[in-house]
């Protein structure tokens, strides 16, 4: 079963940048379609990126178009969310997710709080 391990959330100032990772285990990545999403307090969780199985694909949110850019590296089975200049409304915690047709997967999310 599919395993996934969000890292590189924490605190960053305005303007600054930081690197999420989604690292999986216990299965191969490489069929999967894999989103990050995002919930901030009292708002529903909202997609962020996606980026198709290949990685020949991606997509993101307007809100953080020309910021946020997805990767993967499907031989270190591992997907990258570089977010670029930061804004406060960036703060929430951050998903990832594994599609393949109609099996999802889950990580346990990263916090990420934009502050100065």
């Known amino acids: 079963q599919l395993q996934l391990v969000e890292s590189g959330g924490g605190l960053a100032q305005p303007g600054g940048s930081l690197r999420l990772s989604c690292a999986a285990s216990g299965s191969s990545l490489f069929a999967y379609a894999i989103t990050w999403f995002r919930q901030a307090p009292g708002k529903e969780r909202e997609r962020v990126s996606c980026?198709?199985?290949?990685?020949?694909?991606?997509a993101s949110a307007d809100s953080v178009k020309g910021r946020f850019t997805i990767t993967r590296d499907n031989a270190k089975n591992t997907v990258y969310l570089q977010m670029n200049s930061l804004e406060p409304e960036d703060t929430a915690v951050y998903y990832c997710n594994a599609q393949h047709i109609t099996i999802a997967y889950w990580g346990q999310g990263t916090q990420v709080t934009v502050s100065s």
């Open positions: 980026i198709s199985s290949g990685g020949g694909f991606t």
